[in-house]
């Protein structure tokens, strides 16, 4: 079965860290662009940082200097660390990846969120 496995949610003080991790799992050779987005209480999903095959990266303004998204491809997975976590961050995390499957098939891939919650 195909699928993206996420991991490292919690919860953390304000000021604090979080890694977020997110491996693809089955028959995946590779993947291409992958991204974060974040679903808030009562809010719409919302991006919070994307990353090319390349290592191309962009992110909202409301975590620039503050997460940091990066990829493994020798393991395809895709992590987001989270630093100077404030509690607007509490959401729960989504990863999404286009992977590219041993029959070169491309499927666009959802992890199941992990929850972050930022609380004193």
């Known amino acids: 079965q195909v699928q993206l496995v996420e991991s490292g949610g919690g919860l953390v003080q304000p000021g604090g860290s979080l890694r977020l991790s997110c491996a693809a799992s089955?028959?995946?050779?590779?993947?291409?662009?992958a991204g974060w987005y974040r679903q808030a209480p009562g809010k719409q999903r919302e991006l919070v940082a994307t990353?090319?095959?390349?290592?191309?990266?962009n992110y909202a303004d409301s975590v620039k200097g503050r997460f940091t998204i990066s990829r493994d491809n020798a393991k395809n997975t895709v992590y987001l660390q989270m630093n100077s976590l404030k509690p607007e961050d509490t959401a729960v995390y989504y990863c999404n990846a286009n992977a590219v499957q041993y029959d070169f098939r491309y499927r666009d891939l959802w992890g199941q969120g992990t929850q972050v919650t930022v609380s004193s």
């Open positions: 089955g028959s995946i050779r590779s993947i291409n662009a």
């Open positions: 990353i090319t095959s390349r290592g191309s990266t």
